[in-house]
């Protein structure tokens, strides 16, 4: 990639030309929901070896699709999937934003839920249905339409823009963590844009300040040599699964508070501010419990679920194997028994530390005639982002024009591991900026994008550049 | 089937004419090897519907077997897998004896456990290594060859035999179990003779007078009614696997005593003689965990390893599944978690009853936001027989000249569903004569069976129809 030339500072659209930008994004609809389509068929699962010609084919479209618009385009190897970065020309003076997003998505089973094919896009009732229309293709593609529509219109752009696309999000982004320092130089930026999260509710667009970090692991508990017959062997030997279940308990009390030794020690306690600004969120338990079909929502006493869901640490079991899991029955005390497990942390938890922490714990509960192996997936910590900067500012009132209602300063229960690292090698500021639904079915079957909301979200982004430009300039 | 001639009473064999018979055993080793291979190498795994014509050729192979051998055979359709029953001439004033076992075998999973594969029987260091080796394909096929051999050495029975080989033992019986009072007077007998036990250690054959009964039961708990995003949804729901193994987890203490109030209620203690006479066998608590490659045996206190594996009732998870079981990591909580879970009962506990105490404990333990279902798949009580009968007398001095060793009287921990049945519905004796070893590998990969012992136990079955003649007649 060679250095692009440094344009002269061409400062912001004025009303008439940014307006006509907007006009033209509007004319094109159907274009720019076939750009994401298009990408959307390709079945990026970064965690399937299967799929790795896939998870490459998805990489090259997006380097194309920078290359058409004129951006220097670079595609970055890695141990794993390869990143793309690509960058227009720097301005003088002018600010410098990162835009980082993923084209890598998560696995689709159960594909027996899915109502379309989960790499077979199709609108219903006003909503993209694939994996990765919102996590992350979607959202991140409406900032690469907003350049390039820039672009193609013969605007410059009034700041730097590059981008970062890797295809490791939902594994870890663990080499894209290893290599950033050795790219900090290409990367560096005053500010980080992603959107790879949600509006708070439906027609309630959000800001988001805070996030989660997480913690992975795959506990394996071992007994016997191989299967037993329960008859013969039953009543003289621990039965792996039973030990799994018994350790997997321990973790976590009646009410949900997490029973590992230390856990809570570094957990930074919400400030009466955000539980007050939160509390004035347009927020209903029932309406909650409605949309994921439980009748009871349950959690930590003594916080709504709202701070529960962006601000308390937890623990969860994302999956259980052991023993016969076909037809029939099949009377056996299990050789094995595993849990795929994982932790939401809030700032300032170390995962490291509380892989130690596992451990003393699982030595503490092992029963009597078992052996466990811990390991450990992959760890990021939580974020916690400032809200008083000019980048925030200008994201209020591109938001604000582009989706008719001001934004409201929420957290998020997700994590995006890089963030934090983002922040400490990089020194920038970082807007979370979700073109989402809480009730898209990320990670889950029949995973969604509103389309009004996709383009909503390439008009706010194409404002985002133009008021960045006026607030920092 | 016609019913067959009533042959005049023929008397037992001399011992010139027995031994003559012994010796074309043992003359036609590889012949009678052969037949059991042959018949293994079927895949009659009664559970799983895609190999139904597999579990009928299976069927097949041993009505033929039977039809070669002159004896009347009749094959029995049932609503699920046919059985065959097949008998020689009844002999006038002696006793009848009825030989039960069965043709369906466990499913062979995990397949990449087998050192060869589990239809594909092959000996090494002496075992022939097979699905059903010995459970119970190779065990009743040494009664077929006995009397088979009987018959084609031209000598007439002493006593009239019938046999009764069903394809759902391992899937419970059910359909024998229901249609067992119409076929009371087609099965009627002195005694049932079954060989799908064990010796009770190498060298040192046994007669096993009472069995462990099972109750089968798969529990499902249910929360969202889809996988959730656990970032945006941890803290919030309550996580179907956790409330599983919550679940399970109270269902036995950590010293394994059952939870499950009334459980122990029906319970029939130990005697002090069996007690006395089981202390003297010879048991090692280190070779038996050796042998199964644990570190420690566990389970009540108080009780010997053979008590808790014979007389004591005990909970098993049998199967674990929830969430994401494939490669790499996917942060959901899942919508739904399943257990396969199985009880070894002791006389004179009720599977019934069990059902509600199970339903009701369940229903006292389950946490906020989830919901369970609770599948009843089997269920049959233990079995305690007499010793002090002619029929016991007879098979101790038939197995004493076949092992060189008298045997001892022994309890199993595992479930023959059908044997109370026949004693309540046919009023006979029973005698389970066990030609396995505990480390035949049962419902596990690697089962085999030892070539010796299949021959043992032909011969012993030789001789067995003998002394009952020189016993009760």
């Known amino acids: ?58 990489c090259d479209w997006v380097g194309e699709k ?18 793309v970065v690509a960058q227009t020309a720097p301005v003088a003076g002018a600010p410098v934003v990162l835009v980082y997003g993923h084209y890598d998505v998560q696995p689709a089973e159960p594909l027996e839920d899915w109502v379309s094919g989960p790499f077979e896009p199709t609108v219903r009732g006003g909503d993209l249905f694939a994996r ?77 300040y805070g996030l989660r970090g997480i913690a ?15 008859g013969s062997f039953g009543g003289a030997v621990m039965n792996p699964a039973i030990a799994l279940c018994k350790m997997l308990s321990s973790m976590v009390d009646e009410n949900g508070v997490i029973q590992v ?13 955000e539980r007050q600004q939160w509390a004035q969120l347009p927020q209903s338990d029932a309406a909650f419990a409605a949309s994921v079909g439980v009748k009871e929502l349950f959690g930590e006493q003594g916080y709504t679920t ?5 601000a308390r640490p937890t623990f969860d079991i994302n999956g259980l194997t052991s023993g ?20 939401r942390l809030v700032a300032d938890q170390d995962p490291k530390e509380l892989t130690e922490q596992l451990r003393q714990h699982f030595d503490a509960v092992t029963p009597t005639g078992v052996t466990w192996e811990l390991e450990t997936d992959h760890g990021a910590p939580g974020m916690l982002a400032k809200i008083d900067t000019p980048f925030a500012k200008a994201a209020e009132i591109a938001i604000d024009a582009a989706f008719g209602t001001k934004p409201v300063f929420i957290r998020e229960g997700g994590s995006i591991p890089i963030v ?4 400490e090698v990089l020194g920038c500021d970082c807007l979370l900026l979700g073109w989402g639904l809480s009730d898209d079915n990320t990670h889950s079957p029949n995973e969604k994008f509103r389309v009004q909301d996709y383009h909503r979200g390439i008009q706010a982004s194409t404002r985002l550049w133009n008021e960045i430009a006026k607030q920092v300039g």
């Open 216 to 230: 992975t692991y795959e506990l394996t508990v071992r007994g016997p040599s191989q299967d037993l017959h329960s």
């Open 261 to 273: 030794p230390g856990y809570y020690d570094r957990v930074q306690p919400l400030t009466e501010a």
């Open 420 to 423: 934090t690292r983002f922040q």
């Open 66 to 83: 920078f290359a058409a618009a004129g951006l220097s385009v670079e595609t970055i190897p890695t141990q794993g999937h390869p990143m």
């Open 132 to 208: 990765g229309a919102t996590d992350d293709k979607g959202q991140v593609l409406t900032h690469i339409q907003s350049v390039c529509r820039w672009l193609s219109a013969g605007h410059d752009l009034p700041l730097q823009i590059k981008f970062l696309i890797e295809g490791e999000e939902e594994v870890g982004s663990e080499n894209l963590e290893r290599m950033l320092p050795e790219l900090a130089e290409k990367l560096a930026c005053d500010c980080v844009v992603i959107s790879d999260s949600s509006q708070y509710a439906d027609g309630q667009p959000a800001i988001t």
């Open 324 to 343: 016969h899991q076909g037809e029939g029955v099949k009377t056996i005390i299990p050789a094995i028994a595993s849990a795929k497990i994982s932790f």
């Open 1 to 58: 990639m060679s250095p692009p030339r440094e344009n002269a500072a061409p400062g912001p659209l004025d009303d008439t030309s940014l307006n006509q930008l907007i006009e033209s994004l509007d004319a094109d609809r159907n274009g720019l929901l076939d750009d994401l389509i298009d990408w959307l068929r390709i079945p990026s699962v970064s965690s399937d070896s299967r799929l790795r010609a896939e998870v490459r084919r998805a």
């Open 306 to 310: 709202d701070e529960r869901r962006w």
